[in-house]
């Protein structure tokens, strides 16, 4: 059983569309994320979402749209993709936001920008 | 956010210990230390955490300096599947979120 699923796995696509990644997690957590790997492998959060509502949202530019349609799915819509976008993108989740309690990660969408 | 340091790289002999250090010198009393590692081509993956005592679980054991400003992660006996990038992360209840540096690439030599 997948416990975080992430689609696609790869997604090339030309400069300036517009694209989404699917993130479901069937461990019945409330708490989702959206992390970002770059080309030098540092991860860096760039969305949080709590029952549906965002609480971290780290001055990603507005043309990357998170939604969450409910507490096992966030979804992460890039508007006018840039080279720069090109990295990989994982999902995570966990029960309740707090500091005590671990993560659980997708395998990452690799996403490369042309 | 509290930061952590950690070497850039080790190497350690398949079937021993491998003791993965970590400082931590700014971090507050509610700070928990959390312990994860990403093998080549996968999401991180949640290794071990504690705040004060020393904790164990079945990948690893995690020891705690009695002011908290160092950890190390203990891999009991390293395999070829440990070799990753393993990251100690502080983690506060306010932002809650987890803030990765650079880790430590772990090399396992069979």
């Known amino acids: 059983d997948t416990a975080v699923s992430q689609t696609p796995k790869y997604l090339v696509t030309q400069m300036g569309n517009d694209k989404s990644i699917k993130c479901e997690q069937n461990l019945g957590h409330d708490t989702m994320y959206w992390y970002k790997q770059d080309s030098k492998k540092f991860l860096k959060i760039m969305f949080s979402y709590n029952n549906k509502e965002l609480i971290i949202n780290e001055t990603v530019p507005n043309r990357f749209s998170p939604k969450s349609p409910d507490k096992a799915h966030l979804n992460l819509h890039i508007n006018s993709l840039e080279l720069g976008d090109s990295a990989v993108y994982f999902c995570?989740?966990?029960?309740?936001?707090?500091?005590?309690?671990?993560?659980?990660f997708g395998p990452g969408t690799r996403l490369t920008v042309l | 956010d509290a930061k952590t340091t950690q070497p850039n790289s080790m190497e350690s002999n398949e079937e021993e210990p491998v003791h993965l250090p970590c400082n931590h010198s700014?971090?507050?009393?509610?700070?928990?230390i959390h312990w994860y590692r990403q093998l080549p081509s996968q999401g991180p993956e949640y290794v071990i955490h504690g705040l004060t005592s020393n904790v164990n679980n079945r990948m690893a054991s995690l020891a705690i300096a009695e002011d908290r400003k160092s950890s190390t992660l203990i891999l009991h006996r390293a395999t070829l599947r440990d070799a990753a990038v393993y990251y100690c992360?502080?983690?506060?209840?306010?932002?809650?979120?987890?803030?990765f540096g650079a880790g430590t690439i772990l090399r396992v030599k069979s």
């Open positions: 995570a989740s966990s029960l309740r936001g707090s500091s005590y309690n671990e993560q659980f």
């Open positions: 700014t971090i507050s009393g509610t700070d928990y």
């Open positions: 992360i502080l983690r506060s209840e306010a932002p809650n979120k987890l803030v």
